[in-house]
């Protein structure tokens, strides 16, 4: 990894035990708003599936809304070998890593738990 890649920390208190991985590279202006994969992984505790199912509503508001306003390019369910939902992957763009950060902090699987795991990379998607 190349050296002064910076580490998000928990954004609120109630990321305590929350493992958030981001590489965030600095992007230029010239290649227009940093894009961002956010990749998260479910816990494996015999609760995780009924916490998925109870916050995935309010999940799914706050990913339209983000794809309203731009910030979400695509998004897709990981699936286990049983074809149940385990994680999410989410191609995102945001003005900054503030913005990132503002968003890793309201996102209901992060604050319900659902993602145990949560890894940001920077991406760049392709034009075609």
Known sequence: MPPNVPQ???PKPWLYGL????H?????KQYGMPQYMVIGKDGYDAEAQERRTKTRPAHLEGAKALKANGNLITACALLNDEGSMVGSVMIMDFEDDAALQ???ADEPY?????WKDVEVKPIKVANL
């Open 8 to 10: 998000l920390t928990a």
């Open 19 to 22: 493992k958030i991985v981001c």
């Open 24 to 28: 965030i590279y600095r992007h230029s």
């Open 102 to 104: 503002a968003y890793l």
């Open 110 to 114: 992060i604050k319900e738990e659902v």
